[in-house]
């Protein structure tokens, strides 16, 4: 063979492994990456799971005001600047908003809130709130009737651009096979409501022995439908007998640095568990007390999702609207505007860098610039256009995202 025909040769081998190499991480659109905070909400209780959909955060400056709180004492306590807090307060909506047919839900209230999800999904004007499902796990005798039930339900008549929900979160997932039972069945419902393959979209919770331990496997069985791989901390500490649920566990940790390694090698946001310490007064308190109480809770949840974040978690569970809000505010403190403007600074020098035939080079700033940096900042800036910190237009100059995603984020 000449040198020639071994160079053709060996050149379409590599494009067929690195074809291969791509369809292990999930094409997932913009819009998924802004999952800071899942908000659950139990779907048989449709007048608090409207507020979660509609405007949580609206919700949360109502209980601050409630206990006399306001954005100059929460950033006091968390050390982040007021304007911050009143920003946070002022965004509608949480970023995600699961609604929850598992945990939540009594048996009684089951056909309601299935009725529930399909109602608030197709009516509730929720912004660029996700709305996520969680149906009981396979191993529930309800589980594939609530997925028929609520999906098939939610798109009746509506065009596929219009269908609701933007995704399920699979509670308990332990083996392969159950994974491919659900892409079957989800395929089945994709069809008899005239969605485009795959459209469906899932997160996997992780709460169990099996499920950590076997992770990757699992992610690559449903690599075309996943969205996220989410931490289960309660469960998980059940399932594999924990003396005690702790925040920082050393399991709790092993299983996090699991999900993200696996969620990053998947190109999917990991999501971290939620805190179990809820900001709500104590009626044995009087009202200062309570406000300290309140206070200290959300710099527990704030400094938690620190922790997350410094992981590499991408967003967090919460349970209450005051959680949503210390866990968004910490993301916008990783995040600040001073952080994003360096990045942009970062990447604009080292464009400048490879237009003058240089390679890896030292910044003003004396750190390292190469191709491995520049993937980082541009991973980092691209989370933060989909949570609206860099406007779609600045990041499309700065080939972040494509100019579809440029129109779908500033239509």
């Known amino acids: 063979m000449t040198a020639g025909a071994l160079r053709d040769s060996a050149e379409r081998h590599r494009q067929k492994a690195a074809q291969q190499t791509a369809a292990l991480r999930a094409e997932l659109p913009l819009r998924y990456l802004r999952q800071q905070a899942h908000l659950t909400a139990p779907a048989s209780d449709a007048k608090l799971a409207e507020k979660a959909l509609s405007n949580a955060t609206g919700v949360a400056s ?3 005001d409630r206990y006399g709180l306001d954005a100059e004492a929460v950033g006091e306590r968390l050390g982040v600047d007021a304007g911050v807090v009143t920003s946070v307060l002022e965004e509608v909506g949480a ?38 499902v969680r149906p009981p796990g396979i191993t529930d005798p309800r589980c594939a009737d609530d997925l028929v039930s609520m999906l098939v339900d939610a798109g009746h008549g509506l065009a596929a651009n219009r269908y609701p929900i933007d995704g399920i979160v699979f509670p308990k997932v332990r083996h392969v096979h159950e ?32 499920g950590v331990a076997k992770l990757p496997e699992l992610a690559a069985a449903g690599l075309n439908r996943l969205a996220g791989i989410i931490l289960g901390t309660v469960d998980l500490g059940a ?40 900001p709500v007064g104590r009626p044995e308190l009087d009202a200062q007390a309570n406000r300290k109480f309140v206070l ?5 949840n704030f400094n938690d999702a620190l922790h ?15 959680q949503l809000v210390a866990t968004l505010l910490a993301f916008r403190s990783f995040f600040s505007e001073d952080s994003i403007r360096e990045h942009v600074a970062t990447l604009e020098e080292f464009s400048r860098a490879i237009a003058n035939d240089l390679g890896a080079v030292a910044a003003s700033s004396g750190q390292l610039l190469d191709i491995g940096t520049d993937r980082h900042v541009r991973q980092l800036l691209r989370r933060a256009t989909a949570w609206g910190l860099l406007s779609a237009d600045r990041a499309h100059e700065l080939h972040l995202i494509t100019d579809l995603e440029r129109r779908a984020y500033t239509t």
């Open 95 to 132: 970023p995600v908003v699961v609604l929850d047919l598992e945990d939540g839900v009594p048996p009684h209230l089951v056909d309601a809130a299935r009725a529930n999800v399909v109602r608030l999904a197709r009516e509730i004007d929720r912004g660029r709130t996700l709305c996520f």
């Open 308 to 322: 997350s974040i410094d992981l590499g978690m991408s967003g967090r569970w919460v349970g209450h609207p005051l």
């Open 179 to 210: 994974v491919r039972w659900l892409d079957e069945l989800l395929a089945k419902i994709e069809k008899d409501v005239s969605l485009p393959p795959d459209s469906i979209r899932v997160c996997f919770l992780v709460e169990t022995g099996w």
């Open 296 to 300: 200290d809770r959300m710099a527990t």
């Open 239 to 278: 399932d594999v007998l924990l003396p005690e649920v702790r925040f920082e566990h050393p399991i709790a940790e092993w299983a996090r640095m699991m999900i993200v390694t696996v969620a990053g090698a998947c190109g999917v946001p990991a999501i971290d568990g939620m805190t179990l310490d809820f």
């Open 62 to 64: 109502r209980l601050l």
